[in-house]
């Protein structure tokens, strides 16, 4: 099994940071591509941002320019540094990671998170 557990959520002013970590823990081989997801109330998840094994990356219209996801191979972690937040920014922020796994056999995992809440409000 692989699991993957978020930190860094919590209450910010608008205009201010927050910086969400990621780490994947367990039989991994390893880590194709990570990214971060969010769903506020009364909406449907949707994607933020994700990182490929390559580094290449993507970006909901909403946060360019406002958030950098990255990523550290060595610690199966991916990060989302948020600058400038809104309050429409507030929601559960979750953490998908998919690739390969070793046991119970050889074999593709996605994973996800239990998910960590981002406040916006003044």
């Known amino acids: 099994q692989v699991q993957v557990v978020e930190s860094g959520g919590g209450l910010v002013q608008p205009g201010g940071s927050l910086r969400l970590s990621c780490a994947a823990s367990g039989s991994i081989s390893m880590i194709n591509d990570m990214g971060w997801h969010r769903q506020a109330p009364g909406k449907q998840r949707e994607l933020v941002a994700y990182?490929?094994?390559?580094?290449?990356?993507n970006y909901a219209d909403s946060v360019k320019g406002r958030f950098t996801i990255s990523r550290d191979n060595d610690k199966n972690t991916v990060y989302l540094q948020m600058n400038s937040l809104k309050p429409e920014d507030t929601a559960v922020y979750y953490c998908n990671m998919n690739g390969w796994r070793t046991r119970p056999y050889y074999s593709f995992f996605s994973s996800w998170g239990q998910g960590t809440q981002v406040t916006v409000s003044s």
């Open positions: 990182i490929s094994s390559g580094g290449s990356t």
